[in-house]
């Protein structure tokens, strides 16, 4: 297949680490997966993310109510124990 698009670029260090580590036989290959691979799959990697957050914002919210739970039973929880020690209080009195 005939490539008639002929360029010259510059990459820095860096950025021919990333594009030698994807798969293919010779830099044109690699740089041509590279650049096809983020452009198909860019639109469902930042699907998935719009996804995690929404899961996210749902958890938080899960856990909020949660720890409104567990505050309002350890209040419950603080009151009657403050109500025993006076009516033990009281009992012991008596006797």
Same mark, same amino acid.
């Given at each position: 297949?005939?490539?008639?698009?002929?360029?010259?670029?510059?990459?820095?260090?860096?950025m021919?680490?990333?594009?030698?580590?994807?798969i293919?036989?010779?830099?044109?290959?690699r740089?041509?997966?590279?650049?096809?691979?983020?452009?198909? +799959?860019?639109?469902?990697k930042?699907?998935q *993310?719009?996804? &995690?957050?929404? $899961?996210?914002?749902?958890? @938080?919210?899960?856990?909020?109510? +949660?720890?409104?739970?567990?505050?309002?039973? *350890?209040?419950? &929880?603080?009151? $009657?124990?403050?109500?025993? @020690?006076?009516?033990?209080?009281?009992?012991?009195a008596?006797?």
């Amino acid at each position: 297949m005939a490539k008639n698009n002929i360029r010259s670029v510059r990459f820095s260090d860096e950025m021919m680490e990333i594009i030698n580590q994807q798969i293919g036989d010779n830099f044109t290959q690699r740089f041509e997966r590279m650049v096809y691979n983020c452009y198909m +799959l860019l639109p469902e990697k930042e699907r998935q *993310a719009e996804r &995690l957050d929404v $899961l996210i914002k749902e958890k @938080r919210e899960e856990l909020n109510k +949660l720890q409104d739970r567990y505050y309002k039973g *350890a209040k419950f &929880l603080n009151s $009657l124990d403050a109500r025993l @020690r006076d009516l033990n209080y009281l009992f012991d009195a008596q006797l």
